[in-house]
Each structure stands twice: as C-alpha cells, then as structure tokens.
C-alpha cells in the first residue's frame, strides 16, 4: 500500500507511526499536496493528505478513518481497544490530541494564507488559545501515567495523537512555548520520538 503525503503534515504523520508501530507494510510517496494537488486529486476528491492506497486500488481517506481501518488490519496489534470504558478513553485521549492539531494548523494556515494586514490575530489567538487549552489536559494525563502511556500498560493511538500534535506544534509555533508549559507532556513526547516507530517516521527538519 502507499501512503501519500509528507511527514510535516501531522494527519499523515499519526498514520506513518502508526503504521509502523502495528507492523503493517506501506511505501511513503511524500507527494506535496499544495504543490502539485493533481497528484492527489486523482486518488481523494478533497485532494488532502492523508490519503491511503490499498494494494487492491481501493483508496482509504482522513487520518481518523485510515486509522480506524488500520486496527481493523492489525489485529492484536491494534491502538485503539475494540470496546469499553478503555476505548471511550483512548478515543477521547486521541480526539484532545487531533483537536490540538487542527487547532494549532488552523493559527498556522491564517498566518500563511494572508497577507500580514490581513492576518485576523484575534482569530489566531483563539485557535492558539483552544490549541492550548488541549495540551494542558494531555499534560494532566501525562502526569497523571507518569513514566507509563497516557492509557494504560500498552501505547495507543492516543499517545501516538498526542506526542504528534505536540511536535508539530512545537515545529510550527515555537512561541506557544510548550516545553515551559507542559513539562509531562514534553517527557511523554520525547520517549514517544525515541521510538523507531517515531523516528522512520521523522518530522523534517
Ligand atoms: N481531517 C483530515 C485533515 C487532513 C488535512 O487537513 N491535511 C492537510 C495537510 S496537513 C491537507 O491535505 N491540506 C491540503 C488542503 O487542504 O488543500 C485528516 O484527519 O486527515
């Protein structure tokens, strides 16, 4: 299968570490998607990344979906527990972190697609603001599991969510200043990037 799409983007990051911490075979076609969107047009009609190509030509798209399939192929290996009060938790775990992540690109996505008289900062603080507001609850579970993943024995989907979203954020608005703010959460991070899991799947510099 191939996965199209650039590390940089943390929707197609999540489902690169993903697919490797579950062991599930992919080739990654970096194609740029603002660059050269045809590319991905021809696959996903919302010409987005992620967008997941199956060996069989069938074409899976949206992280949350890719992912939900993805557990469905990895069997015990799944990061997402099938039912329960576990799942309800990673689910929502995992729904903190992917709301950071819009949260935190929409900011970016003012600030890079307008002019700078045009930029509405009080909307870029109000996402930044909500962005925020969502990595101080992930702290909380970070330092809640301490040394530990932030649900349970096993790491999840949700730690996969939240230590994505964290470096994203941290790449593209180092002003948010996060390791000050939200140390658990900066420790949870860097045992998440020391994973192979994490690392065949690096953010660019
Ligand atoms: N909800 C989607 C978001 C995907 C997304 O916004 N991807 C961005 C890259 S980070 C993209 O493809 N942007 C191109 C565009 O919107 O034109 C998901 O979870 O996959």
């Known amino acids: 299968m191939q996965l199209l799409g650039g590390f940089l983007s943390p929707y197609v990051r999540r489902t690169a570490v993903s697919l490797n911490l579950t062991g599930v075979a992919y080739e990654s076609v970096k194609v740029p998607v603002w660059d050269d969107p045809d590319a991905v047009k021809k696959h996903n009609p919302l010409v987005r ?3 997941l190509v199956l060996d069989d030509g069938d074409v899976l798209v949206e992280s949350y979906a890719i992912l939900d399939a993805l557990d469905e192929m990895a069997g015990d290996k799944r990061l997402v527990p099938a039912s329960g009060a576990e799942r309800r938790k990673v689910m929502k775990t995992t729904a903190v972190g992917a709301g950071t ?5 929409w900011a ?11 930029v509405s900062r009080s909307w870029v603080d109000h996402n930044e603001a909500q962005a925020l507001g969502g990595f101080g609850w992930l702290n909380e579970q970070a330092a809640a599991a301490g040394d530990g993943w932030l649900c349970g024995a096993n790491i999840t989907q949700a730690d996969v969510t939240a230590a994505v979203a964290y470096s994203f954020a941290n790449k593209v ?3 948010m ?3 000050a703010k939200f140390p ?5 991070n860097a045992r998440c990037e020391a994973l192979d899991a994490f690392k065949n799947a690096a953010l660019p510099s």
């Open 108 to 118: 970016v996505y003012e600030l890079r697609f307008h002019d700078k008289e045009h």
């Open 49 to 51: 990344i992620p967008t």
């Open 173 to 175: 608005r180092p002003k």
């Open 177 to 179: 200043d996060l390791a």
């Open 184 to 188: 658990a959460l900066a420790a949870h």
């Open 101 to 105: 992540i819009d949260k935190t690109i």
